[in-house]
């Protein structure tokens, strides 16, 4: 579409606005039916449940709820008239992330958000030129707090070291250890993308450094690093989202801003895409609205425990407790664990820690036989 659709009669607004729905419920089919595992489990427990001591839905249950969230996917993509279907996929899933918490991916954080805006918009509560802006506002916060996560000593030094790692004897060792020094530059470069993105300046240059900048990550974490597939899933999706949203935009966003200022959903979606992730930056949220992806500024945790422990746990626990050196000693990581049961993101909020570590203190006999330690940018920070 070569023409600022803003500017143009609200039946081709309209059209504009069924087309980026078609573009993001089909990413969304495709991270779902990738991330099935996080939807699916076989596990006799739910990973993350809302509620302490609940039971997980039961599997052939959790197959038929899987299904009608597929199924709901399709309708949403090809239906113009789409409300039930909208009303039924976010029934379903909120019952899913009732039972696990960890369904609350954040690339799905994303979907669902633009799925929250369309379906305001579909009951007639907003208009199409806002339905566009909270869409274009949306991208521009989640690249400025992308890079805003990403000035951190950890990220400098462990996070990208580990990105451009690949590079290591591919290239001569001095352009290696320039681009290794450059961690600081990317994080500005990221960062300044939501900025570049929203003035109309600026907007045509920065589309082709965010392009970039996604196909660069592609290609490291996709594929030298055989990353997971939602990685590429993902990068594609921002890639097309930010070509139909800001590639042909002509639209002053500052002007938009202040027009919109004195709406309820203006408000509702920066304490989504503002207020939340600030929240979190500071310690009071859940990690996975602030774009916490690859930044290293999260927990790390390991759960030590007694061999005579390790004995006694479930069969689906079992696999992932290491034994150790020291002979009467294993070790469970959790990263490790989550990410071969989810199949995607790891979840590293501390409350998701500590439900883990619970797993095992009906097997323990004293206190000592089991004890969490976690780590924060590299220092341990506490254990219990």
Same mark, same amino acid.
Request: aromatic share 24%; proline share 3%.
């Given at each position: ?6 500017? &143009? ?48 839905? /039961? ?21 113009? +008239? ?30 669902? #958000? ?6 305001? *918009? ?20 989640? *690249? ?9 000593? #950890?990220?400098?030094? *462990? ?5 451009? $790692? ?23 470069? $990221?960062?300044?993308? %939501? ?23 592609? *290609?490291?974490? %996709? ?12 990068? !594609? ?24 200022? &004195? ?11 503002? !207020? ?8 009071? %949220? ?5 774009? +916490? ?10 759960? !030590?425990? &007694? ?11 079992? /696999? ?7 002979? +009467? ?31 095992? +203190? ?15 940018? %590299? ?6």
């Amino acid at each position: 579409m070569n023409e600022n659709v803003l500017n &143009k009669e609200p039946r081709d607004s309209n059209f504009f606005i069924e087309e980026l729905k078609k573009i993001v419920s089909f990413f969304c089919l495709v991270y779902v039916l990738v991330t099935y595992k996080i939807f699916i489990n076989h596990r006799d427990f739910p990973l993350l449940p809302f509620i302490e001591g609940i039971n997980d839905i /039961p599997v052939f249950l959790n197959f038929i709820l899987y299904a009608a969230l597929v199924i709901s996917l399709v309708f949403i993509y090809q239906k113009e +008239d789409n409300k039930v279907y909208l009303s039924f996929f976010f029934l379903i899933y909120f019952v899913l992330l009732f039972y696990d918490a960890n369904r609350i991916q954040p690339f799905l954080f994303t979907f669902l #958000s633009f799925f929250l805006f369309y379906y305001f *918009y579909k009951l007639g509560w907003i208009d199409s030129k806002f339905t566009v802006y909270t869409c274009k506002l949306i991208f521009i916060l989640a *690249y400025f707090f992308s890079g805003f996560n990403k000035f951190n000593h #950890s990220f400098f030094s *462990y996070s990208y070291v580990k990105l451009v $790692e690949p590079l290591k004897g591919l290239i001569p060792n001095d352009l290696f250890d320039i681009i290794k020094s450059l961690g600081l530059i990317v994080a500005a470069l $990221e960062f300044f993308i %939501g900025f570049g993105l929203f003035f109309k300046a600026t907007r045509k240059f920065t589309f082709y450094i965010a392009i970039i900048l996604h196909l660069l990550i592609i *290609y490291f974490l %996709g594929y030298l690093q055989n990353g997971t597939a939602t990685v590429v899933i993902y990068n !594609v999706f921002c890639m097309v989202m930010i070509y139909y949203l800001f590639m042909n935009d002509k639209q002053n966003l500052w002007v938009e801003t202040k027009q919109y200022s &004195k709406k309820l959903f203006f408000h509702v979606s920066l304490i989504l895409f503002f !207020v939340l992730p600030m929240f979190n930056y500071f310690g009071y %949220g859940i990690d996975l609205i602030s774009y +916490d992806l690859y930044t290293g500024n999260y927990r790390f945790c390991f759960v !030590v425990m &007694k061999n005579s422990v390790r004995e006694k746990v479930p069969p689906s626990l079992k /696999p992932y407790c290491i034994v150790t050196k020291y002979k +009467d000693y294993s070790i469970f990581y959790t990263d490790y664990f989550i990410y071969h049961e989810t199949k995607a993101v790891l979840y590293r909020e501390t409350w998701a820690f500590m439900r883990i570590k619970k797993l095992f +203190d009906p097997y323990k006999q004293k206190k000592g036989d089991v004890i969490m330690v976690v780590f924060r940018n %590299g220092k341990r920070e506490y254990y219990f």
